[in-house]
């Protein structure tokens, strides 16, 4: 049954958006802002005309109500269901469990009707009752199995889960605190290839991923994640419920999640659990064929050299095409489902079939990801021999298949089907919207409709004139509603420009010193963002015993725990990398200073983006400035967007690699960041910091 069949309305004459957000904004005690307003206009204007809107948003403005109150209010007038996506699970959090209690609250009495919301995440995040019951664990042969220390480890946590089974009322897995590893959430978890069912399982009346999707489907706002959306988009099933109009709100990390969900992943143990899933099931000698599959593919990818793969090596075509043969007859001797036997034969074959299938899809992508010229592929592959800490399991070699785009899955089972909204505090590069619409498939903006990038085609999805003809236009707009921040009064963009280049060999002497005269001038308050775990790990060693302050470093505690010490304690300098950039949130005193190491080019090793630069640059494109400088713009601004979270905010952004100073992509990089007052004098910073320290000491 569709959204609009279960949401119940009212004939009552529903509020236009700016009654609706005044009413919003005071039942929160705040102030109207005129970036807010502008941006729920915007929004409304795109719901009603169908044309996709990128809306740039700084810290402050309050956007997620500027895109939730018309959103509520089209979902209520049409009595349908608005899709809100986002990156991160601390903003699925703040939306559900504090924005739209709120708004149910202040505008329920408005809209005559009871304002109804749900969060929506793939099947894998849910509990299963019927794999902690009665289906089938998932075999591991790894080195947990050898290792009692390890194992019994295990078997706690799988205990732990058993009785949080009998307690949540979700099955939720982010609601399980603290967390429990991926080894012991499998065995209590299904995808959704392997799942028995609701009429099928006979647990289905109170399955958790069940009833999760029931109340989406009956809700005006379903709030999930960008990686079910690309799953929603890219399989043959439907996962979330008909909609007409998504939101995608942290869109800066829209093409990452996509293109994460699209890789696909091959490596020795997958193809022995796919052999042993299907062991028990079928002829002895087929499942073995499997097995010996496994071991060579196993021994072949421990000979050869981890990177990107432009040339298919005989022997792994070879390996990869046995393999492929043996998953297709494990396949066919399994034969079809069998719909009349017992719940635990029929999630055992679910279990084999699901192994199978992607086993033997990602052996035929990687093989045919081979078979166009170089400029002309779509794929890229790569074997990936993941470093392990002594003393921790040893991971085996992997491959992977990615795309090297998602700008032509995007159009095509995004913009071309319905309204998207996309917004987040950094989606204009370079002072302008196209790096970023470039990569979501979106054509440019003074050519309306017009044909695909250097990265959409070479996917190969570009049209003929016969086909674009068919091919709805997609209209599109940007829109910068601006920040609540003086940024050129309240913060100083420092270059140390007098520093060597950044080297490979780990933080120069000058870095160090350099690093230790900014926090001292700044009397802590620091975090630091460095390019690698490695580069943090030697500042934060190096400088632990010479700095005046206490210095905490990623690694050393959960990275919530480490943020929340870091809060509270006004001179402590937190130190971490790329994967704290969004998740801290300081306002006040503890946070004055923002240092980052280098610009964060992606490593020119890195098969992903070599590959999508080569895409460009075989075209025409300058596959630098499309890649790798977007790539490093969008984590400058992401990292100094960490400094001013209030409006009260004051302080400095330094950054010490000098080509942003020197380099001809210094101009794109630094019109990438918000509007600093900006220096390269280091005692004019450093004079600066000491003001800032004294008055927020006094």
Not at 51 to 68: I, M, R
Not at 499 to 516: H, K
Request: hydrophobic share 40%; aromatic share 4%.
């Amino acid at each position: 049954m569709p959204a609009s069949d279960l949401l119940t309305g009212s004939d009552t004459q529903i509020p236009d958006v700016a009654t609706l957000l005044a009413a919003a904004v005071a039942s929160i005690g705040g102030a109207e802002r005129p970036g807010q307003v502008k941006m729920a206009h915007a929004v409304e204007r795109a719901i009603e005309s169908g044309e996709h809107v990128a809306a740039q948003a700084g810290t402050g403005t309050g956007k997620s109500l500027a895109y939730l109150v018309p959103a509520i209010r089209h979902a209520v007038e049409k009595r349908t269901t608005v899709v809100v996506s986002t990156a991160t699970i601390a903003l699925q959090r703040q939306l559900v469990d504090r924005d739209l209690p709120r708004l149910a609250e202040a505008l329920g009495p408005l809209l005559g009707t009871e304002l109804k919301f749900a969060i929506l995440k793939g099947r894998r995040n849910y509990l299963c009752l019927h794999q902690v019951q009665t289906g089938v664990p998932e075999e591991d042969e790894g080195p947990s199995l050898f290792d009692p220390q390890q194992l019994s480890a295990l078997g706690r946590q799988v205990k732990r889960l058993n009785e949080w089974a009998e307690e949540t009322t979700t099955g939720d897995r982010d609601e399980l605190v603290p967390g429990v590893s991926e080894q012991a959430w499998r065995q209590v978890a299904v995808t959704a290839k392997e799942c028995l069912g609701a009429q099928r399982c006979p647990q289905g009346a109170e399955c958790f991923a069940e009833l999760a999707r029931a109340e989406a489907g009956e809700a005006h706002i379903v709030v999930t994640n960008h990686a079910l959306l690309a799953i929603d988009a890219l399989e043959e099933f439907q996962v979330l419920p008909e909609h007409d109009v998504v939101i995608v709100d942290e869109a800066h990390e829209l093409v990452d999640r996509v293109t994460s969900v699209a890789t696909g992943d091959l490596n020795a143990a997958a193809v022995e659990t796919a052999a042993r899933r299907c062991g028990r099931l079928i002829e002895e000698g087929t499942a073995d064929r499997l097995k010996e599959a496994a071991e060579g593919l196993g021994i072949l990818l421990e000979d050869l050299p981890p990177g990107r793969i432009d040339v298919l090596n005989p022997a792994l075509g070879n390996a990869l095409a046995v393999v492929r043969d043996a998953a297709h007859a494990c396949l066919t001797a399994l034969g079809p489902e069998k719909k009349d036997s017992d719940p635990g034969d029929m999630a055992a074959r679910k279990a084999a079939r699901s192994s199978l299938e992607e086993l033997h899809e990602t052996a035929v992508r990687t093989l045919e990801a081979f078979k166009p010229e170089m400029a002309e592929r779509f794929d890229v592959v790569w074997l990936e021999k993941p470093f392990v800490p002594e003393g921790r399991p040893k991971r085996p070699p992997a491959l992977h298949v990615a795309p090297i785009g998602v700008g032509g899955l995007l159009r095509t089972t995004l913009f071309e089907r319905r309204t998207a909204i996309l917004t987040s505090a950094t989606l204009t590069l370079g002072g302008s919207f196209e790096p970023l619409a470039r990569q979501w498939g979106l054509p440019p903006l003074n050519e309306k409709g017009a044909g695909r990038d250097a990265l959409t085609a070479a996917e190969g999805l570009a049209r003929t004139a016969t086909e674009k003809d068919e091919t709805p236009e997609i209209v599109w707009s940007g829109l910068d509603v601006g920040s609540p921040f003086d940024h050129a009064k309240a913060g100083i963009l420092y270059v140390a420009r007098h520093l060597p280049q950044p080297g490979r060999d780990g933080l120069a002497d000058a870095y160090l010193t350099e690093i230790t005269e900014l926090i001292e001038a700044a009397g802590g308050r620091t975090l630091g963002l460095f390019s690698s775990m490695r580069a943090a790990r030697q500042a934060a060693d190096e400088l632990k015993d010479h700095l005046s302050h206490p210095l905490l470093c990623q690694g050393d505690d959960s990275t919530s725990l480490l943020v929340k010490q870091f809060a509270e304690d006004e001179r402590t300098c937190l130190f971490g990398t790329l994967s704290l950039w969004q998740g801290v949130d300081v306002p006040g005193p503890s946070l004055q200073l923002v240092i980052m190491d280098r610009i964060p080019f992606p490593r020119p090793d890195d098969p992903v983006s070599s590959a999508r630069s080569r895409a460009v640059a075989a075209r025409g494109g300058n596959g630098f400035m499309a890649v790798a400088a977007t790539h490093a713009a969008l984590l400058l601004a992401q990292g100094a967007g960490r400094l001013l979270r209030s409006v009260d905010d004051r302080g400095v952004v330094a950054v010490l690699d000098p080509r942003l100073a020197t380099a001809r992509y210094g101009g794109f990089l630094k019109n990438s960041l918000p509007p600093f007052w900006a220096t390269t004098d280091p005692d004019v910073v450093r004079g600066a910091l000491r003001r800032l320290d004294a008055a927020a000491s006094s």
